[in-house]
């Protein structure tokens, strides 16, 4: 088990996407954050405390959850249960800036789009994750990343965050060698 | 109940749900009643059941919900397929061992039926491969009115522990009123049935009463200081088959008026599973009053509905 | 066959201990722990024929029939004709002649097409050959006619079967009325259904003096009433059937426990409940409460219940695989029934001895017959086995206890001193050459 990101990276890199978000547009009035659940909602809540502190603005902020856009719902071991999704703004017009922990086959993201576009027209659509871990499956591309790392297919990144696991840390485990 | 699985192949009846089970599809309706409702969203649906088929097998008249299930299959993106009495061949005397050859051969994952025989759904899940949800069966169960009903009831209410809610009308002949007790009981709430002796079943009213039910003859008594009532619909074959003298009488001795409202709680709500006889059990007054619930049972219900089928569509029982 | 070491049950329900000789030959047969009965006597049982030969024929019914042990069964008369002339109790002879299998007594109808509005030749059906009248699967509604049919049976010396049912109360009821049916959201038979008319029955027994027997009495309340006109001295019998004696009306809502099982949570564990709305507990009378049933022990135990029979009525699936409300009512009872009370007393519920005679000189009394000496069936009373369509012999195959293991089973049964029925185990318990005295 490796560690990808100290407390003090996690930090660091939300502090520096926080910051390219607003460099990206210079009018802020028109961005809106949408972290998808669950860790992806707590990040987008620190981006947005992160741009309040910096810029001064409270920019809305929104939370998805993608299980009813999957495409492999048959293939998952357990039925999935739903969270809510909480977007209390029109989307139309927007800059919609989606907020993710990990980035890995892209599915996700494709989800997260579709659902998205079922609440209307977006200007644009932006992607910030932590972890970009490769391996795409479709053609998607993170906008800001905190950091990219390389794995194997069978690897494990797996992401704490203070909210939800009790501290900040990405860790990575490698997948078994088989002998 | 978040991360638990979803483990029943159908929804036949609620009498032998855990609380936690109940609890599950709740939450779940939580999460579908903003697909119907939020202004937020432009597209009125999700693509979760894409690609699935449901089939609709209505043996018995009914558009409410029917349609209820329609709309819901339909917010999640599923194809429908309407298998109803008109001029079908259930009509024209088929039996239900037959209609099942064909229902198997239609091949929808999901069937959601409604039939006059209690025991029909039991019936055609074990004969059929696909998930069956019981849209109603004779007197027996209407799981997801049970269901829609509870949720209802707590949106409205907050937490279920200790609240009295009565129930009624024509309990022998309820479906609704059965299922009602099985969902309502286990989240915590007290029921009070009331009804004519002639129609309650004769078990309940001799003291053999499921547990957190009470029975209580008298109208007035029994809502007095209730929490909600659940109106029960009478039908007009009850006063022709000697069960009750007259409905003008019943209308007066059980009928849901005004004044009968006043004794419940302070905003107690009022329920009614729909279609109603305004006049006999309720009052028209009461039925588009501040106190009732029905317009939004109807949305609630979809909700419910939708909940419902997702979890039978992507549990791996059912896959 | 020389059976040793058996132990061998007399009509009155007293048992010895030593050897017999069974069917033709002296072959020695280690027969420890086998039970020697004498051949159960069944005085209701349907065998559909003429009419309703996909449910049964005389043939099978006979030859099931000596799978559970009944040597002699009572053949209702409910067929298509009805058994209300000479020349078709004649006819029911002879085919049961021609099959070889257990005694068929017929049972004629009491009035003409069992139609309840005339009665029947009665002293003509006697003289041809029945044992007794009844026109069951229905009641005679007509208090007047009934009355006379009581009467009028005393000049044919028979006794009057009747099926206690008050039809207006029972109305459209497909099982018994209690907090099952109110559960199961399925109208009730209630309890007063058989009530009222057994009151109404012996209400007239006792203006008529007639020999009244009661069919398949179900409900501790008419046991109650059959006590009471024994004690006025009324020549009142009755029987309760093995099916009311084990199953509970819980059995429709998924119960598979034997009223004499432990309940939930009981170590062992208990049977697993089935499915509810199983149409083969669908019957009439109907399946009871738990407290009917213990009433219907305590009867047997008590007197009050002069025989024990099977109602056997057999149904093609057609009219069983249906929802609950349009399936035909019976159970298919005969080739399960022996092994269903021999558990009952293995738990204590009855006397071995008491079961016994109310198989045999119970039932034969009813009917004025002696139980024939030479009709004898061998028990092996702890083999099991399991409940299977394909394996019964009858073509009714509705019986809810399809899947269950039960334990008892008939090894041979003989009629006249003739073996006409032996599933070959016998055989394989052959004994050392000498027999012990």
Redesign the interface.
């Known amino acids: 088990m490796t560690t990808l990101l100290s407390a003090d990276d996690v930090r660091r890199a939300i502090a520096r996407i926080a910051h390219e978000i607003v460099e990206r547009d210079r009018d802020p009035s028109r961005i809106a954050l949408v972290g998808i659940r669950s860790r992806g909602d707590v990040l987008a809540q620190r981006l947005h405390a992160a741009i309040q502190a910096n810029e001064g603005v409270d920019l809305p902020l929104g939370a998805l959850d993608i299980t009813l856009y999957r495409d492999d719902l048959t293939r998952i071991g357990h039925a999935p249960v739903v969270r809510t999704t909480e977007i209390a703004f029109s989307v139309d017009d927007r800059i919609l800036v989606l907020v993710d922990d990990v980035l890995f086959t892209g599915r996700t993201i494709r989800a997260a789009m579709d659902a998205l576009v079922d609440y209307g027209r977006p200007r644009a659509i932006r992607l910030a994750v932590l972890v970009d871990r490769g391996h795409r499956e479709l053609p998607i591309r993170a906008d800001h990343v905190g950091k990219n790392v390389p794995t194997q297919l069978g690897d494990d990144v797996r992401v704490h965050l203070v909210e939800v696991d009790g501290r900040d840390e990405v860790e990575l485990v490698r997948a078994a060698v088989p002998a | 109940?978040?991360?638990?699985?979803?483990t029943r192949r159908h929804v036949l009846a609620t009498?032998d749900w855990s609380r936690a089970e109940i609890e599950?599809v709740l939450?779940?309706t939580?999460?579908m009643l903003?697909?119907l409702t939020?202004p937020?969203?432009?597209?009125r649906?999700?693509?979760?059941l894409r690609g699935r088929t449901v089939v609709l097998f209505f043996a018995e008249a009914s558009t409410r919900t029917r349609v209820s299930f329609e709309l819901a299959a339909k917010a999640?993106s599923a194809d429908v397929v309407n298998v109803t009495t008109a001029g079908s061949s259930v009509e024209k005397g088929e039996?239900?061992?037959d209609t099942v050859r064909t229902l198997e051969a239609l091949g929808g994952e999901i069937l959601v039926m409604r039939?006059a025989?209690?025991?029909?759904a039991?019936?055609v899940a074990?004969r059929v491969t696909s998930a069956v949800i019981n849209a109603g069966?004779?007197?027996?169960?209407h799981p997801t009115q049970g269901l829609l009903d509870a949720f209802t009831l707590r949106s409205q209410l907050g937490d279920l522990a200790g609240k009295r809610i009565v129930i009624l009308g024509d309990v022998l002949h309820s479906?609704v009123a059965?299922s009602d007790i099985h969902t309502l009981v286990p989240l915590g709430a007290r029921i009070t049935l009331s009804g004519p002796p002639t129609l309650v079943?004769?078990?309940?009213r001799c003291g053999?009463l499921?547990e957190g039910v009470v029975y209580e003859p008298d109208a007035d008594r029994a809502l007095a200081g209730a929490d909600a009532v659940i109106a029960l619909r009478l039908q007009r074959e009850r006063q022709e088959s000697g069960l009750l003298p007259s409905l003008r009488e019943y209308a007066r001795a059980w009928g849901l008026s005004e004044e009968r409202v006043a004794l419940m709680r302070q905003g107690a709500p009022v329920l009614h599973p729909g279609p109603m006889n305004e006049g006999i059990e309720i009052a028209a007054s009461v039925a588009h009053g501040s106190r009732s619930l029905i317009e939004r049972q109807v949305t609630n219900g979809v909700a419910v509905r939708m909940a419902v089928l997702?979890?039978l569509?992507?549990?791996?029982v059912t896959? | 066959m020389i059976l040793q070491g058996i132990t061998r049950f007399d009509e009155q329900g007293r048992t010895t201990t030593g050897d017999a000789r069974v069917g033709g030959g002296a072959e020695p047969i280690d027969a420890r722990g086998l039970l020697l009965l004498p051949g159960l006597v069944d005085l209701h049982a349907h065998l559909r024929e003429p009419g309703f030969e996909d449910a049964e024929t005389v043939a099978t019914g006979a030859l099931a029939a000596l799978r559970g042990g009944f040597t002699t069964v009572c053949a209702m008369a409910n067929t298509e004709p009805a058994i209300d002339s000479p020349g078709l109790v004649a006819e029911l002879i002879a085919r049961a002649d021609r099959a070889r299998g257990a005694r068929v007594l017929p049972v004629a109808a009491i009035t003409r097409g069992r139609k309840g509005k005339e009665l029947a030749d009665l002293v003509e059906l006697a003289a041809a050959g029945a044992v007794a009248f009844s026109d069951d699967g229905d009641p005679v509604d007509d208090a007047r006619l009934f009355r006379s049919a009581l009467e009028y049976a005393r000049a044919a010396d028979r006794p009057v079967f009747e099926h206690a049912q008050d039809r207006a109360l029972s109305a459209r009821g497909v099982m018994h009325e209690g907090a099952a049916s109110a559960a199961l959201g399925l109208p009730g038979i209630p309890a007063a259904a058989e009530e009222a008319a057994v009151a109404r029955d012996i209400a007239l027994a006792r203006l008529t003096g007639a020999r009244l027997h009661l069919q398949h009495v179900s409900t501790a309340a008419s046991l109650e009433h059959v006590r009471a006109a024994k004690a006025d001295g009324l020549a009142v019998t009755c029987e309760v059937t093995s099916h009311h004696l084990a199953l509970t009306d819980d059995w429709v809502a998924g119960s598979r426990r034997f009223v004499w099982e432990p309940m939930r949570g009981a170590s062992p564990p208990q049977t697993p409940r089935g499915a509810p709305y199983d149409t083969n507990t669908k019957v009439n009378p109907p399946l009871r409460g738990e407290a009917d049933v213990r009433a219907l022990w305590a009867g047997l135990a008590d007197g009050t219940v002069d025989a024990i029979a099977t109602d056997h009525a057999p149904h093609p699936s057609v009219r069983k695989d249906v929802e609950y409300a349009e399936a035909a009512f019976g159970i298919s009872g005969l080739e399960t029934a022996l092994a269903v009370l021999l558990m009952a007393a293995d738990a204590e519920m009855g006397e071995l001895g008491t079961i016994v005679r109310a198989l045999t000189s119970g039932p034969a009394r009813v009917i004025g017959q002696d139980v024939p000496t030479d009709d004898l069936v061998v028990v092996d009373p702890r083999m099991e086995w399991t409940v299977s369509a394909g394996a019964l012999v009858s073509k009714g195959k509705n019986t809810p206890l399809s899947g269950r293991v039960l334990r008892g089973r008939v090894l041979m049964a003989t009629v006249g001193g003739e073996a006409r029925y032996t599933d070959g185990s016998l055989k394989g318990r052959r004994a050392e050459a000498t027999a012990s005295r």
């Open positions: 109940m978040i991360g638990q699985a979803w009498d599950m939450e779940q939580d999460v903003p697909v939020d937020n969203r432009t597209v649906r999700t693509p979760a999640l039996s239900l061992f039939h025989a209690s025991g029909a039991q019936f074990d069966d004779g007197w027996h169960a479906r059965r079943p004769v078990a309940w053999q499921p997702w979890l569509a992507s549990s791996p896959a």
